[in-house]
């Protein structure tokens, strides 16, 4: 038994659970027992450095012109970055091009989604030395509060010297706690940037739908081209080898009746296999031509070509929803072209 159903239309890849990358935050007792600091502050160093690099492009060389250009660059190594976080990688909202240089590149100056990620190396150049200053002064605390002692008999502490097995023991013990709550907001930040590159750089329902157009236009020429290449094939079937052998029929048929009474009786035993042959050829090339392309499917549909191409064989035909009784294959409508699958 076969059933058609109709698919419906997907515009985009399912997206990651909300706040997924957000959810070790919101157990901070189990944090520091998972991967999530680690990651997060992997993400967090590969950030600075991108950071400090986009902010001596944009201040001391001052290449601002060329901006769409590295942007566009970082965009890619932002949408892969994030996996580090354990997220998926962002699509790319940009579609493709071709043409020249010249023509590629001034293609991408008038997308919205060039000038997004423009905006977002503006945005990384100009927080990273804010960022990088608070990381600085907080891990420089907590690690010289707990590796101090190992360093040096004596700790300084804002102008107050920390002298003591059990005074060292005690700031190594805040030390800890401020390493702690470093990699939990380093983590954070990695988050809100993912985030920010996510909503940046991926993707708009915008973009989406007009790629999701673009590739239903592109597949219903190929499912156009397709069909027409399958009727020129039928219609040349049709109109060249089973006509001639239509016409050889004929003369054998002739023949046969043309053969006087005292001719030899192996003589019209040969006549009278090649007709048959003949016949049989004609049959499979027409069953071969049905199978081509069926002119039922125009005439009376698919659930008429399913009946009459099963011939002897039994088949069900159980129309799925919304399947239209009596439409033709493949639909021709505005709809986009769609191939339903077949469930045995």
């Not at 673009?214 to 081209?225: K, Q, W």
Request: charged share 20%.
């Amino acid at each position: 038994m076969i059933e058609y159903v109709t698919p419906s239309p997907v515009l985009r890849e399912p997206e990651p659970e909300r706040g997924a990358l957000a959810a070790p935050l919101r157990e901070p007792l189990r944090f520091l027992t998972t991967s999530a600091p680690w990651r997060g502050l992997a993400y967090f160093a590969g950030s600075m450095l991108v950071g400090w690099a986009l902010f001596l492009l944009y201040v001391v060389v001052v290449l601002l012109p060329f901006a769409p250009a590295w942007s566009f660059g970082l965009a890619k190594l932002e949408r892969l970055r994030v996996t580090w976080l354990g997220a998926p990688a962002i699509g790319d909202p940009h579609p493709p091009v071709t043409g020249s240089l010249s023509a590629r590149a001034g293609a991408r100056l008038g997308e919205r989604a060039t000038w997004r990620e423009v905006a977002y190396s503006l945005l990384l150049a100009v927080l990273t030395p804010i960022v990088f200053l608070g990381a600085v002064v907080g891990w420089t605390v907590g690690l010289g509060l707990v590796f101090g002692p190992l360093l040096s008999d004596e700790v300084n502490v804002m102008g107050t010297t920390v002298d003591g097995v059990i005074r060292q023991a005690v700031w190594g013990a805040i030390g800890a706690v401020i390493c702690a709550v470093g990699l939990y907001l380093t983590y954070a930040v990695s988050v809100a940037q993912a985030a920010t590159a996510r909503l940046l750089l991926g993707p708009t329902e915008e973009e989406l739908r007009r790629r999701v157009t673009a590739l239903e236009t592109s597949r219903g020429v190929l499912v156009t081209s397709f069909e027409d290449e399958r009727r020129r094939i039928e219609r040349n079937l049709h109109d060249g080898p089973q006509q001639d052998l239509a016409s050889l029929s004929l003369q054998l048929g002739e023949l046969q009746q043309s053969l006087p009474e005292t001719a030899d009786e192996s003589l019209r035993g040969q006549v009278a296999e090649a007709q048959v042959r003949l016949e049989r050829a004609m049959a499979g090339l027409r069953d071969t031509v049905r199978g081509v392309h069926p002119q039922v499917l125009d005439d009376a549909g698919v659930e008429a070509a399913c009946a009459e191409l099963g011939g002897a064989i039994r088949v069900d035909v159980i129309a799925g929803d919304g399947w239209e009784p009596g439409a033709a294959w493949p639909p021709r409508s505005s709809r986009p072209c769609t191939t339903p699958p077949a469930r045995r």
